[in-house]
């Protein structure tokens, strides 16, 4: 199984920066990607970016295309949301996830294809 903690969430004015941090541990060995989403109040949870362990092949949502970065630490089996340019709708409670299914039949961004979740970390921007 695969454990993953959240970090680095809290309050920013618009405009400012944050970076998330995603801790994985136990059988890590068997993720194939990492990615970041976030869930507002009332709203679905939707995609933010994704990474593979392997090549590091990145992928986005449009909302954060050019303003969010992910990347990540094989060594210390961790991965980074740097958040640049925070817009109030922003805010919502960002999930670390891992999948271990490598077929991609619909990119890095399907949320029902990762089968690991972190608990957590809210990320509130403010005008």
């Known amino acids: 199984q695969v454990h993953m903690v959240e970090s680095g969430g809290g309050m920013a004015q618009a405009g400012s920066s944050l970076r998330l941090s995603c801790a994985a541990s136990?059988?890590?060995?068997?993720?194939?990607?990492m990615g970041w989403f976030r869930q507002a109040p009332g709203k679905e949870r939707e995609f933010v970016a994704a990474?593979?362990?392997?090549?590091?092949?990145?992928s986005y949502a449009d909302s954060v295309k050019g303003r969010f970065t992910i990347s990540r630490d094989n060594a210390k089996n961790t991965v980074y949301l740097q958040m640049n340019g925070l817009k109030p709708e922003d805010t919502a409670v960002y999930y670390c996830?891992?999948?271990?299914?490598?077929?991609?039949?619909?990119?890095?961004?399907?949320?029902?294809?990762?089968?690991?979740w972190g608990q957590g970390t809210q990320v509130t921007v403010s005008s």
């Open positions: 136990g059988r890590t060995f068997s993720t194939y990607a």
């Open positions: 990474i593979t362990w392997s090549f590091g092949r990145t």
């Open positions: 996830a891992g999948r271990s299914n490598r077929r991609l039949d619909y990119g890095l961004g399907y949320v029902h294809e990762y089968n690991y």
